[in-house]
């Protein structure tokens, strides 16, 4: 899975002095007897682009909506630039949404979208004009100014989409699933277009979407949802390598999961005694009594091949292998494991015409101590 390299200073959620951009305050929206949002809370600051990700019904949506003032909090406050925007309605709020669908009118051509808003607001035909031109320059569309949307592709109509929302200069710009309708090349290239348009303007910019590799690419940082709570909130390389709970871990990527229990502990060394009935060494920096049951969490491509098994050996693990995927870069392996699958990532870094491995064959893995990470809830 890709994970954008961090060339901002993303430091600023971690400075205690620092204020929030944007602040929920133990927000509850419920429909009925049903608890999209329940007492949840978040800080978001300036010039992040951050992303809400969960599956479908998880309450990311609704959250977003809130923000707009597209719906209301029935508990909780909002707060944006340190204004507290929980009652006033949409039209009023420093914020722009981009909707997954675009939104475009037929009707009207390329700069008559991007302009629509514009005349909502009652600016002069001057400003407006200089506006429209701001945003084709910008998103490089100036040569459809005149077209209608029904002429456009679907990467030129979310550029569209995408200035008219620009175009009023929101101190905070909401996407809903902005790139969901384009197909995977295109997606990809706007992913870092986004990126970087974001970095020139300094808007803050808050996505919802369900796609993993999309949140990890573009985002500072990323609030996995659960359910209408938050089950984690860290930077993509952060959620990644050490999710906080189960969930985050199986949601996020691959993993191979282990139970067993703390049978050592020395300073940031724990043995753990697998229900496999191997002994797995991990660094944990979190002291654990002996005895607590935990899950040893191991991402696939820290696998790797294991040249001098022994069956007493820490960290390895003989299995079959069951099933091949060749991704082209990578080939994944599943292997089974003393009635247990295990899944494996290799690269491909030299040309070949067949696996370096192949089905019914044993093979023996391990990985490094550092490589795993011990889960307790």
Same mark, same amino acid.
């Given at each position: 899975?890709?994970?954008? %390299?961090?060339?901002?200073?993303?430091?600023?959620?971690?400075?205690?002095? +620092?204020?929030?951009?944007?602040?929920?305050?133990?927000?509850?929206?419920?429909?009925?007897?049903?608890?999209?949002?329940?007492?949840?809370?978040?800080?978001?600051?300036?010039?992040?682009?951050? $992303?809400?990700?969960?599956?479908?019904?998880?309450?990311?949506?609704?959250?977003?909506?809130?923000?707009?003032? %597209?719906?209301?909090?029935?508990?909780?406050?909002?707060?944006?630039?340190?204004?507290?925007?929980? #009652?006033?309605?949409?039209?009023?709020?420093?914020?722009?949404?981009?909707?997954? $669908?675009?939104? %475009?009118?037929?009707?009207?051509? &390329? =700069?008559?979208?991007?302009?629509?808003?514009?005349?909502?607001?009652?600016?002069?035909?001057?400003?407006? =004009?200089?506006?429209?031109?701001?945003?084709?320059?910008?998103?490089?569309?100036? /040569?459809?100014? *005149?077209?209608?949307?029904?002429?456009?592709?679907?990467?030129?109509?979310? *550029?569209?989409? %995408?200035?008219?929302? !620009?175009?009023?200069?929101?101190?905070?710009?909401?996407?809903?699933?902005?790139?969901?309708?384009? #197909?995977?090349?295109?997606?990809?290239?706007?992913?870092?277009?986004?990126?970087? !348009?974001?970095?020139?303007?300094?808007?803050?910019?808050?996505?919802?979407?369900?796609?993993?590799?999309? +949140?990890?690419?573009?985002?500072?940082?990323?609030?996995?949802?659960?359910?209408?709570?938050?089950?984690?909130?860290?930077?993509?390389?952060?959620?990644?390598?050490?999710?906080?709970?189960?969930?985050? +871990?199986?949601?996020?990527?691959?993993?191979?999961?282990?139970?067993?229990?703390?049978? @050592?502990?020395?300073?940031?060394?724990?043995?753990? @005694?697998?229900?496999?009935?191997?002994?797995?060494?991990? *660094?944990?920096?979190?002291?654990?009594?002996?005895?607590?049951?935990?899950?040893?969490? &191991?991402?696939? /491509?820290?696998? *790797? !091949?294991?040249?001098?098994?022994?069956?007493?050996?820490?960290?390895?693990?003989?299995?079959?292998? @069951?099933?091949? =995927?060749?991704?082209?870069?990578? $080939?994944?392996?599943?292997?089974?494991?003393?009635?247990?699958?295990?899944?494996?990532? !290799?690269?491909?870094?030299?040309?070949?015409?067949?696996?370096?491995?192949?089905?019914?064959?044993?093979?023996?893995?391990?990985? $490094?101590?550092?490589? =795993?990470? &011990?889960?307790?809830?």
């Amino acid at each position: 899975m890709p994970i954008a %390299l961090d060339r901002r200073n993303l430091d600023t959620w971690q400075d205690p002095k +620092a204020t929030p951009y944007v602040r929920i305050e133990r927000v509850s929206k419920r429909f009925g007897e049903h608890h999209a949002v329940e007492d949840l809370s978040l800080d978001i600051f300036k010039g992040e682009f951050f $992303s809400l990700l969960g599956s479908s019904g998880c309450g990311k949506s609704t959250l977003l909506r809130m923000l707009a003032g %597209l719906e209301y909090p029935t508990a909780g406050r909002i707060y944006i630039d340190g204004v507290d925007v929980t #009652d006033v309605p949409p039209y009023s709020r420093p914020v722009n949404m981009m909707f997954q $669908s675009y939104a %475009l009118f037929p009707h009207m051509t &390329v =700069a008559q979208n991007i302009e629509f808003g514009l005349k909502q607001e009652r600016l002069g035909r001057g400003e407006r =004009a200089e506006r429209v031109d701001e945003m084709l320059e910008l998103l490089r569309i100036a /040569e459809l100014r *005149r077209r209608k949307p029904e002429q456009l592709s679907g990467g030129q109509r979310q *550029r569209v989409a %995408l200035a008219r929302s !620009l175009a009023k200069h929101p101190k905070l710009l909401l996407l809903d699933e902005p790139l969901g309708a384009l #197909d995977k090349r295109l997606r990809e290239n706007t992913q870092f277009e986004l990126v970087n !348009l974001q970095e020139r303007l300094g808007i803050t910019f808050i996505t919802v979407t369900h796609d993993q590799e999309e +949140a990890m690419t573009m985002s500072t940082r990323i609030a996995v949802m659960d359910a209408g709570q938050i089950m984690q909130v860290d930077t993509p390389t952060a959620i990644y390598e050490y999710p906080s709970c189960r969930f985050v +871990a199986e949601f996020i990527g691959s993993i191979n999961q282990f139970e067993g229990k703390v049978v @050592e502990s020395d300073g940031d060394q724990l043995l753990i @005694e697998t229900r496999l009935g191997r002994p797995m060494q991990v *660094r944990n920096f979190h002291p654990l009594a002996l005895g607590t049951p935990v899950t040893l969490a &191991v991402r696939p /491509e820290k696998m *790797r !091949l294991c040249l001098d098994y022994r069956e007493d050996g820490v960290n390895q693990l003989r299995g079959v292998v @069951e099933d091949i =995927a060749y991704l082209g870069d990578v $080939s994944i392996y599943r292997l089974r494991v003393e009635g247990q699958r295990v899944e494996m990532t !290799l690269t491909n870094t030299q040309p070949r015409t067949e696996q370096v491995l192949t089905w019914d064959q044993e093979v023996a893995i391990e990985w $490094s101590p550092t490589s =795993a990470v &011990v889960l307790t809830e």
